[in-house]
Structures are given as structure tokens and as C-alpha cells.
């Protein structure tokens, strides 16, 4: 009965394990070239560009229209602005 009950328990932690697996890679963000994002802006699509450099960086230099958020505080702290619809670009 013990082995069974191992057996069990091992199955158990390797279905979970597979799982949290497989949606680890689904979750994977998509790439985006810098052709694609140039056609996108040019159609006038509905894309948010998020820059995750430090605030430094963006006051250097930064692509017109982004809004900043530095990884990872900015990210966890204002991730709820970001809108709900359209496309999200981070750099």
C-alpha cells in the first residue's frame, strides 16, 4: 500500500509539474521586429509603448510617445494603468 500511495503521490507531482510547465511557455511574450512595430505605428494600431529602462535612460533618449516604467518597481507598481485594450510594447 505504501508504494501505491507513492506512486500516487509521484504521479500527482509530476501531472502538476507539466502543467505549471506548460503554462510557463504559453505565457511566453510574443517578439516583435522593429519592422513590424514601424507598420503597426504607421496603420495607427493601438499600441502603448513601455519603456522599462531606468528613468535615466528614458531622459536620455527614448522612443516618442512611450511612457516609462523601470523594471521591475515601475512595472509592479503601475502595471494597472496600462490600458486594457490594444497592444503593449515593452523595451
Known sequence: MKRLNKTVVWA??????SQL???????????????DLKRLLDAKEKVTLVDVRGQIHHN???IPGAVS???????????????????????
Do not use: C, K, N, S
Open 12 to 17: 500527482i507531482v509530476f501531472f502538476l509539474h
Open 21 to 35: 510547465l506548460v503554462q510557463v511557455f504559453a505565457a511566453q511574450p510574443e517578439r516583435l521586429t522593429l519592422e
Open 60 to 62: 536620455l533618449g527614448h
Open 69 to 91: 516604467m523601470p523594471f521591475p518597481d515601475g512595472i509592479e507598481t503601475r502595471h494597472q494603468t496600462l490600458p486594457a485594450e490594444g497592444l503593449i510594447v515593452l523595451y
